[in-house]
């Protein structure tokens, strides 16, 4: 029976793994092979294999027949590649023993270097190196690591010792210990590590290696790695290998060092050499931060102000060869690379790469070059780019070198960052805008009658509620900066301050909010403007070449909808007309509208309204310049437009003559036990029709004077939400082509339009076969079929969702990302059965999961014609469409990059 291959050998220009044999080898085992083969210089070694691990713990934590001959042998073999033998007195090889599962993983075990060593065998390496000093340096680095990492006599043991002699020797830098300090040393360690197990250190190396390698597979069960794969769904059976590699030495005086490097530069993405590098030393010390490390490039240490040469002046040599394998490994890997190098007397050798983490800035500078280099295509570059991650640029940032003063962090809602004077009501920051100031609106939470302020403002604070709040996701399809649930803030409106970390600021007084990253500071802090050029505006344009779904944008305001045609938008894919209801000029006509007591004075406070819609109607087809305008008729119930609150109610009643006791009765009315499940939506055009009638010639009539004002031909959708039945549907589309047919009749004119519906409750979906025979076209509306489906309101999720996610009863928040089992199968069902009824018909998605990558995934498979998201998201939602597009409908379940 053939023995089952547990050992991967490399190094000497070839190897048995390849870098595709990342599971079997882990990412580090599978890249040194890889090095190997590519003929980079690798010092020799092997791989145990991840399915020891796995083997490991299914057999009671016993290694598997055959290992320990198959270790053996690989060691002989690097032994005689190197010219060594493991645990020869007079020429003894030493090996590093390294962790490295398919995904690296903290919470693993460290590396052990210089295993080998024991009494004997340091003497050997002293004689042989000709270097006393170096030997037992590297002793004492072997003796503190192994028994912090394998014997559990944690490091400050050894620190301690270090420390209390060098005192007692008055030196203060290790490197004024000589080869007998070492020495006494070692006899130190050795004495500590006897007091705290009641045995010696092992001097056996056999001993030493098994001991290190189980180490290994025992850290894959500790508590740390389990908690890390537990959070990034990791399966326990992936398991992790070893790599055991012969030692190569920057610790060998002047000519030596040990670095870490990328390949260009992970933060800005230039072409240019990046890391640090420490000489005479070895691997842990850069990170270690025991001594300021030095620059690679001599460009780098002028920059850096750094005293102390760089690699490419005190080592020109192994700095060259450096350069010339960067360009191999990029040319191979044909992506950015973070590697490990140690250089040993002028030799340079290769200890590790991988792909490099990089910056949104960075990921689309190196995609678009290497390009431009040949290196990739553009359909690789796209899958480059993590869609998630242009966030990062697409919103003011606050400049970096800035000093910041930070008052208080809450969760970062909304990001950007926006300074201001701190306002406490929405009225105020209305009027504040208006006299031209940027003001901050404050509140401890926002509700749907503080739109026109958070509008007027240019950030929003609140100090309660979570991410999916009302002041996160309106300030998220605004496009404002927003830090929510600040609860260290205390907030007092009759005072008009608010305290924070001892700080009491007043009403005027200016902050600046930080909704990247949670912080709300002190004072104005200058911010950077984000861009959609250069590398960007390029792999935008690849991308919309790749793409197949359109993107269109969810605004009502120009500014909004003039912002998404700057971030490519190909039209408004929800334009929510309640928010146009809400502006000072026009409330007070829609509340009376709401309190007349017939149809016909219903109408009277209409009329006022008509010329402000149509008006901004005409403003958005003429922005949009002959691109789809989907415009959704009034969805939330009326009671949300009325002045709540006995000092807001006798303003109203004062200023229209209203009878207060009237208004209070009316009120009452219109309360509802649930709001959400109540009268809205297509209700209301179905209970006053005279509404949506007024919205509908609006609309046409916006749209024959933005036709003749652009000379581009306007096609209004017009969209009816929460139909659950055809009737409704139509019902109401039944009024809107007569008021069609009367405009086209007075204005002389021709009107192209569309009539369709929000897909927004299970019943719509399930009925889709026909409901689509009156509707032209549908929008899949996620946030209320999510809501509606669940039967969860997202007003009141942020009180137990966060439970649900630390119970694991729930992995992801469904209104964050589209649950594709439950909400996604009744949009899948949607739009099959809308498209046997009507072949043609067009399919959108409104809502938050609209700019979400995962769900455009998602989109692309179901088929859709487009989606539609928030201004700022337009760029990631071409770049994820163009993503799924190329990793096929069907397969496709991440759509995020490698960066
Ligand atoms: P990590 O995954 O924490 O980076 P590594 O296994 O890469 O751990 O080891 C850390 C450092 O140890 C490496 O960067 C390298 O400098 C050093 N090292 C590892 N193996 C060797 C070796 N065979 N010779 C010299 N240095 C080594
Ligand atoms: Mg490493
Ligand atoms: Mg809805």
């Not at 713990?57 to 005689?80: I, S, T």
């Not at 590649?81 to 090996?95: K, Q, R, T």
């Not at 003497?123 to 340096?137: I, N, S, V, W």
């Not at 960075?362 to 990739?376: D, N, P, R, S």
Request: proline share 4%; glycine share 10%; net charge negative.
């Amino acid at each position: 029976m053939a023995e089952k291959k547990w050992v991967y050998s490399f190094g000497d220009g070839k190897a048995e793994g390849a870098a595709s044999m990342r599971d079997l080898l882990g990412g580090k085992g599978a890249n040194l092979a890889e090095m190997s083969n590519i003929g980079l210089p690798v010092p020799p070694g092997f791989t145990i294999t991840t399915e020891v691990c796995t083997a490991f713990y299914e057999n009671d934590r016993n290694y598997p027949d055959g290992l320990k001959e198959q270790v053996e042998a690989a060691l002989e073999q690097v032994g005689k590649a190197v010219g060594m033998s493991f645990g020869d007195p007079e020429n003894p090889l030493l090996v590093s023993v390294r962790s490295g599962g398919r995904a690296s993983m903290p919470g693993m075990m460290d590396t052990v270097l210089n295993l080998g060593l024991n009494d004997e065998t340091a003497a050997g390496l002293a004689k042989r190196a000709g270097d006393e000093r170096f030997a037992y340096d590297s002793y004492r680095r072997f003796i503190s690591m192994y028994s912090d990492v394998v014997l559990g006599v944690e490091h400050h043991n050894f620190e301690e010792i270090l420390e209390y002699y060098k005192e007692e020797q008055e030196y203060s830098l290790d490197t004024e210990l000589s080869a007998t300090d070492w020495q006494d040393v070692i006899h130190r360690y050795k004495e500590r590590v006897e007091e705290e197990l009641g045995r010696p250190f092992p001097q056996d190396v056999n001993e030493q290696l098994w001991g290190a390698v189980g180490a290994v597979f025992g850290s894959w069960r500790n508590r740390r790695a389990e908690t890390y794969r537990r959070l990034h769904n990791i399966p326990e059976s992936w398991g992790t290998a070893v790599n055991v590699q012969a030692m190569v030495f920057g610790n060998m005086g002047d000519t030596s060092a040990t670095g870490v490097a990328f390949t260009r530069n992970p933060s800005t993405g230039e072409k240019a050499l990046y890391g640090e590098f420490l000489v005479n030393a070895q691997g842990e010390d850069v990170v270690a931060g025991i001594r300021t490390p030095q620059s690679l490039t001599k460009k780098a240490r002028l920059e850096g102000n750094d005293k102390l040469p760089s690699m490419e002046e005190a080592m020109p040599d192994a700095f060259a060869e450096l350069s010339a394998v960067f360009e191999r490994l990029e040319r191979h890997y044909t992506d950015m690379q973070d590697v490990e190098f140690t250089v040993q007397e002028a030799k340079l050798w290769m200890l590790q790469t991988r792909s490099g983490k990089r910056t949104a800035k960075a990921a689309l500078k190196i995609a678009v070059e290497m390009v431009g280099e040949g290196l990739i295509g553009e359909e690789t570059a796209i899958s480059r780019v993590d869609p998630a991650s242009l966030d990062q640029l697409l919103h003011p940032t606050l400049d970096p070198d800035a000093p910041r003063d930070v008052l208080a962090t809450g969760l970062p809602a909304s990001p950007g960052a926006a300074s201001g004077e701190i306002v406490f009501s929405s009225d105020e920051a209305a009027a504040l805008r208006q006299a031209g100031k940027n003001v901050v609106l404050v509140r401890v939470e926002t509700s749907p009658e503080d739109i026109n302020g958070m509008h007027s403002a240019v950030a929003i604070l609140t100090t309660r509620g979570g991410m999916t709040s009302h002041a996160a996701v309106v300030a998220r399809g605004m496009g404002r900066p927003c830090v929510s649930g600040a609860g260290s803030i205390r907030i007092d409106y009759k005072s008009e301050t608010f305290t924070a970390a001892g700080v009491t600021l007043k009403k005027g007084d200016i902050i600046t909010v930080d909704g990247s990253t949670g912080q709300v500071l002190k004072g104005e802090i200058p911010t950077l403007q984000p861009e959609l050029s250069g590398d960007f505006a390029t792999l935008m344009s690849w991308a919309d070449k790749h793409r197949r779904m359109e993107v269109r944008t969810n605004a009502e305001t120009p500014h909004d909808a003039e912002t998404a045609r700057k971030f490519g938008a190909e039209g408004i894919g929800l334009c929510r007309t309640e928010h146009m209801f809400f502006e000072e000029d026009r409330i007070v006509a829609v509340r009376q509208m709401i309190l007349a007591d017939d149809a016909k004075g219903r109408r009277a406070a209409l009329e006022k309204i008509l010329p402000m819609q149509r008006d901004d109607f005409r403003q958005l087809f003429e922005i949009m310049h002959g691109l789809p305008v989907t415009i959704r008729l009034l969805d939330p119930p009326l009671h949300e437009f009325l002045p709540k609150g006995e000092a807001e109610i006798a303003d109203f009643a004062k200023e229209t003559g209203a009878d207060a006791e009237k208004l209070a009765r009316r009120l009452a009315d219109l309360a509802e036990t649930n709001p959400m499940l109540g009268h809205r939506g297509c209700r209301l055009g179905i209970s006053y029709p005279e509404i949506y009638e007024m919205q509908a010639r609006a609309i046409f009539e916006g749209a024959l004077l933005a036709a003749a004002e652009t000379g581009a031909a306007v096609t209004p959708e017009i969209m009816i939400p929460l139909v659950g039945m055809k009737a409704e549907l139509d019902f109401l589309k039944e009024r809107i082509v007569a008021v069609a047919v009367e405009v086209e009749k007075e204005k002389g004119a021709k009107l192209e339009y569309r009539i369709g519906t929000m897909i927004e409750l299970p019943r719509a979906a399930i009925m889709a076969r026909e409901i689509a025979e009156s509707a032209e076209f549908f929008s899949f509306g996620t946030n209320d079929l999510t809501q509606t489906t669940y039967g969860i309101s997202r007003d009141d999720a942020a009180h137990f969702m966060n439970d649900y996610m630390g119970k694991k009863i729930i992995a992801q928040d469904p209104f964050v990302s589209l649950d594709r089992e439950g909400v996604g199968e009744l949009v899948r069902l949607g739009a099959e059965r809308g498209r046997e009824t009507r072949p043609d018909i067009k399919l959108g998605i409104c809502g938050e999961h609209g700019g979400d990558p995962a769900s455009i995934a998602f989109c692309e498979e179901v088929g859709l014609t487009y989606v539609s998201c928030s201004p700022y998201r337009v760029p990631i939602a071409r770049l994820a469409a163009a993503q799924s597009a190329l990793a096929g409908a069907g397969n496709n379940t991440s759509g995020s990059g490698t960066a």
